[in-house]
């Protein structure tokens, strides 16, 4: 069987028939690479670009009358470590702009546009984070305790978001993506609520969808209420 060595994007064949032509082919590229065996058995072949690593590259020798070799592969394998690191979490989107500071809930609304994202990984990996499959920044997660936070730099627009993040190891290798948070952010000023007629026990309205309706009676401090997702609300004083 033939002998194979590999450099750097080179692959060489030590033994052939001198004279022979080699004809080398690698996976999704079209154009075969060709070149003749010299006097002393060898020949060598040039990559361009380089192969990729677990690459199956194939070569088969063709002599003077046109009789063929069978044919002989070989794995590239430049000791890379192509095992992705573990997937990922995000623990927590983060909203820091009044006046609902904290948590925002999956599937929930805020008014923050640059919130920040933190979660856990693999130790020292870094963190790509999507919205919407769009990259929108980068972080390192903690080299000891693998836990990661990352402050937006662009802020998000108005409407649907769904946040998921990456761990690429320090071979290059990049995970796929961990759970998504979704959310709205919504930071148009709902329009004023309505207050039905009251039979004096129960007060009911309607607001926008899922809107915080904050309810004065008398001196008394504000009560708040939420409207439901058809914008329905109501409060019974105790």
């Not at 750097?8 to 032509?21: F, H, I, N, S």
Request: hydrophobic share 35%; aromatic share 6%.
């Amino acid at each position: 069987d033939p002998l194979w060595s590999r450099g750097l994007g080179d692959v060489y064949k030590r033994q052939g028939e001198a004279g022979a032509t080699i004809t080398l082919t690698e996976p999704g590229n079209p154009t075969p690479y060709t070149t003749t065996v010299n006097d002393l058995g060898q020949w060598s072949i040039t990559l361009t670009p380089r192969a990729a690593n677990a690459e199956t590259l194939t070569a088969i020798a063709t002599d003077a009358a046109g009789n063929n070799s069978g044919p002989d592969t070989v794995v590239v394998d430049y000791g890379i470590d192509t095992t992705p690191p573990p997937i990922p979490v995000i623990v927590q989107v983060n909203d820091n702009t009044g006046p609902n500071l904290g948590p925002v809930s999956d599937g929930g609304f805020t008014n923050e546009t640059l919130p920040v994202v933190s979660g856990t990984a693999a130790a020292g990996t870094i963190i790509r984070v999507y919205d919407n499959g769009a990259f929108v920044g980068s972080t390192t997660s903690d080299a000891t305790t693998g836990n990661w936070s990352l402050t937006l730099s662009s802020p998000l627009g108005e409407g649907p978001h769904s946040l998921s993040a990456t761990a690429t190891s320090s071979a290059g290798v990049e995970s796929i993506a961990g759970n998504a948070i979704s959310f709205t952010v919504d930071f148009t000023p709902p329009a004023q609520p309505v207050v039905d007629p009251s039979n004096g026990q129960t007060l009911v309205g309607t607001a926008e969808a899922n809107a915080f309706v904050d309810i004065s009676i008398g001196g008394n401090s504000p009560v708040t209420v939420q409207a439901d997702g058809a914008g329905n609300w109501s409060y019974t004083p105790v």
